[in-house]
């Protein structure tokens, strides 16, 4: 069916056509934030928590005119400890609290994200059996067992039109997932699974869904409104799949961002301002529940079926609440159990420090989180080499950052003062559910590594204070620091990389002074390099490893390798070592936000300026 927007005015008959609402609700990446609380920082956060949308949904679905329906559109299922709780735990028999919670506010369906898969088939499959929902995931094919996810459903509701008339409209659902699931979690789905493109799998479903009687299709697309021009395989491939006929509707996710909003520039294929994806509407609404989408469609009945005459989309914070009302109550009880064995569990003390642990600088000067992660890792491969024909090759350690502000917000970094380090705080350090790998390494691929982190900041022009210091394109979680060697980055020259790890300046080059215990690393030098099963298998849209450099694998996650190293660590004495420093470049400064607490660990060269937009504060950097 022909979408059109509220600009193109309909011929006169077209007026006189019986017309319809249909609403339609998202969330999406909730990462098992049903309360408003922030289980690494071990405080309430009332800007997250289904629980803060649940009043709203229920007001945006019940006016008697209005048909609504809700979706959520993946990433569910894990993403915080209280999901790592239950997943090590169980539930005790009882239904899954995200599973209960989806129930209790009825959605419609739901779709899978890439980490549903975190936490293995069989889990999945146990937690999923209580849905009343369907589960929607189009581009994804099991070798054994009874499908976890239905390729589409068609919803059918009753609307009522503005004749006083009633008239059926089918619905069709369908879903996609990032296809990289089978590699970023190949050690736990071992080959159970097989993905295939996004568009592709649009392109097969697309006839189905249409043969199967639907009237409007909506697309869950657990993928970024990223690329405009399809590329087999895409992880975020929301634009080429609004362009795929048949799709009256987008809701993205899997980037955590907001649309529509202005952190993306307009092109002919996104308007950022409607919400429009090839101009029919698009919504990705955050995540933690920070954020409902809304796509209000006004429809208009003729005798080919119903047509999309008019949309909107907007997005709506959730609202911070003083007493709790019975819908919240009701969702409150169903966690409370997993919620307060999960605070038990997480308050555990596993060290001492004698220094402040924090992230407040965390790719712009030494950090000390990712300093204990890294000397975690190194400890853990070294003594899963020593007995192999590798025990000699040096070994580096590799980390990035996850608490770093950014689109979390100013209350998004770890911050652990001198006393006391808890198991939260290893869960703060290292939030996911990977495995540590150790990989083979040449000079140059850790040359490129390198470069890849150094893509991260701006190109700095001396002489100059007011420049800022981050490309906001390139996530900190993509800025990996490289322990066991020494290194600058000269930020007067052009990053090498773009934000999807494609080269953008093949002989662009910030990397200088690379040094393995002083001597210059040449480009056929091997190392073994301790990381994560993600960045392995190239997530982040890094160059992937081949197998046979994968030397190892651990058994255990690396969350339990920095807990057991910090337990036998017993003390935390020493702040962090610089190993890595910004070329010094004279008379040249720049700026970036960083917590307001962040003005009490400043490190050398960096100084407090002020208050910043969106509750952060701004510092400056001389070089
Ligand atoms: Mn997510
Ligand atoms: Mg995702």
């Not at 915080?80 to 239950?86: E, F, K, R, V």
Request: a negative charge; charged letters at 15%; glycine letters at 8%.
């Amino acid at each position: 069916m022909n979408v059109k927007g509220p600009e193109l005015n309909t011929v006169d008959v077209r007026r006189a056509l019986p017309r319809a609402r249909l609403r339609i609700l998202e969330t999406t990446d909730l990462h098992m934030q049903l309360l408003a609380y922030d289980y690494f920082g071990d405080h309430a956060d009332a800007h997250t928590g289904l629980i803060h949308l649940a009043d709203q949904i229920e007001t945006l679905r019940s006016g008697p005119d209005d048909t609504a329906l809700l979706f959520d559109n993946g990433d569910f299922i894990q993403g915080n400890p209280l999901a790592d709780y239950i997943a090590t735990n169980g539930t005790g028999g009882q239904t899954h609290p995200m599973v209960a919670a989806l129930n209790t506010l009825a959605y419609d369906a739901v779709a899978l994200g890439n980490h549903e898969f975190n936490y293995g088939l069989p889990f999945l499959e146990n937690a999923l059996k209580d849905a009343c929902f369907p589960i929607i995931c189009a581009n994804i094919a099991q070798r054994h067992g009874a499908p976890i996810a239905q390729p589409f459903v068609i919803l059918e509701r009753d609307l009522p039109c503005d004749d006083g008339m009633t008239r059926r409209l089918k619905i069709g659902v369908t879903g996609f997932v990032p296809p990289q699931i089978t590699i970023w979690d190949q050690s736990i789905l071992d080959g159970a699974l097989e993905t295939d493109d996004i568009i592709a799998s649009a392109q097969k479903v697309i006839p189905l869904i249409k043969a199967a009687g639907a009237d409007i299709i909506v697309a869950l697309c657990h993928s970024g409104i990223g690329a405009t021009d399809h590329i087999v395989y895409m992880e975020n491939a929301a634009v080429p799949l609004a362009a795929v006929a048949g799709i009256d509707v987008i809701l993205s996710g899997h980037t955590h961002e907001v649309f529509p909003g202005d952190s993306r520039s307009p092109c002919h294929a996104v308007d950022p301002d409607r919400g429009t994806l090839h101009g029919k509407p698009a919504v990705m609404a955050g995540f933690y529940g920070n954020y409902l989408g809304i796509i209000d469609l006004q429809l208009a009945h003729d005798s080919d079926g119903w047509q999309v005459m008019a949309h909107s989309v907007r997005l709506q914070e959730g609202a911070a609440m003083d007493t709790r009302s019975p819908l919240q109550q009701t969702l409150t009880d169903q966690v409370q159990a997993a919620h307060l064995a999960t605070l038990a569990h997480i308050r555990q003390p596993i060290a001492r420090t004698e220094v402040a642990i924090h992230s407040y600088f965390a790719t712009i000067a030494p950090d000390l989180t990712q300093q204990l992660l890294a000397q975690a890792q190194q400890n853990g491969i070294a003594a899963a080499m020593a007995d192999t024909a590798h025990h000699d090759l040096p070994i580096l350690s590799a980390t990035a950052p996850f608490r770093f502000g950014g689109r979390a917000g100013p209350g998004h970094f770890i911050d652990i003062p001198p006393g006391t380090v808890a198991l939260r705080d290893a869960a703060a350090i290292y939030p996911f559910a990977n495995k540590l790998c150790a990989i083979r390494r040449s000079g140059s691929d850790i040359r490129n590594w390198l470069e890849r982190a150094a893509s991260h900041f701006r190109q700095i022009t001396p002489g100059r204070h007011d420049q800022p210091l981050i490309d906001q394109h390139h996530p900190a979680y993509n800025c990996d620091t490289l322990f066991g060697l020494t290194y600058e980055f000269d930020l007067t020259q052009p990053a090498r990389f773009g934000p999807d790890g494609s080269i953008h300046n093949p002989d662009a080059s910030r990397l200088r002074n690379l040094c393995y215990q002083g001597k210059p690393v040449a480009c056929d030098d091997a190392f073994i390099v301790a990381t994560n099963g993600y960045r392995t298998n190239g997530g982040g849209g890094f160059q992937g490893v081949p197998k046979i450099d994968i030397l190892y694998t651990s058994v255990e996650t690396t969350r339990d390798v920095l807990v057991a190293y910090l337990r036998a660590l017993d003390t935390v004495a020493q702040p962090a070592t610089p190993t890595w420093q910004f070329t010094p470049i004279p008379n040249t400064g720049a700026v970036f936000q960083s917590a307001p607490a962040a003005k009490h660990h400043l490190p050398h060269g960096i100084t407090h300026v002020g208050p910043d937009t969106d509750g952060f504060d701004c510092y400056l950097i001389t070089f």
